[in-house]
Nanobody
C-alpha cells in the first residue's frame, strides 16, 4: 500500500519559520506531481504549492516569496520551507501526490493525513 506521511507541523510565532516534509512509501514505480494543500477552519482546501516531476513549481499568491517547495526523488520526499509565517497561515497542511504503483499502468492521487501548523504569539 502506498502511503504519504507528513511531518514538521507545530506551533510557531509570527515571523518564524517551519519546514514540512512528506515521504511516500510503498511499492512505487513513479511519482508525478507533488504538492501541499492547506485548509483552515471555515475555509475551503487550497493549493499552497506544487512541483512537477521535472522541478517546475507553482505557488499561491498568498505565499509567494515566503514559501519554497522542493523534492528529493531519490527518497520520494517533498518539502515545504515556510518563512515569515503569518497567523493566516494557520491551517492543516496536506501532502498530495500522483503515484504510479509497481505493475500498474495508471497514476492515482494520494493524500496524507495532514499536519497542523499554528502561527500565534
Amino acid at each position: 500500500q502506498v502511503q504519504l506521511v507528513e511531518s514538521g507541523g507545530g506551533l510557531v510565532q509570527p515571523g518564524g519559520s517551519l519546514r514540512l516534509s512528506c515521504a511516500a512509501s510503498g511499492s512505487i514505480f513513479a511519482i508525478n506531481a507533488m504538492g501541499w494543500y492547506r485548509q483552515a477552519p471555515g475555509k475551503e482546501r487550497e493549493l499552497v504549492a506544487s512541483i512537477t516531476s521535472s522541478g517546475s513549481t507553482r505557488y499561491a499568491d498568498s505565499v509567494k516569496g515566503r514559501f519554497t517547495i522542493s523534492r528529493d526523488n531519490a527518497v520520494n520526499t517533498v518539502t515545504l520551507q515556510m518563512n515569515s509565517l503569518k497567523p493566516e497561515d494557520t491551517a492543516v497542511y496536506y501532502c498530495n501526490a500522483g503515484i504510479r504503483e509497481t505493475y500498474s499502468t495508471t497514476y492515482m492521487n494520494y493524500w496524507g493525513k495532514g499536519t497542523l501548523v499554528t502561527v500565534s504569539s
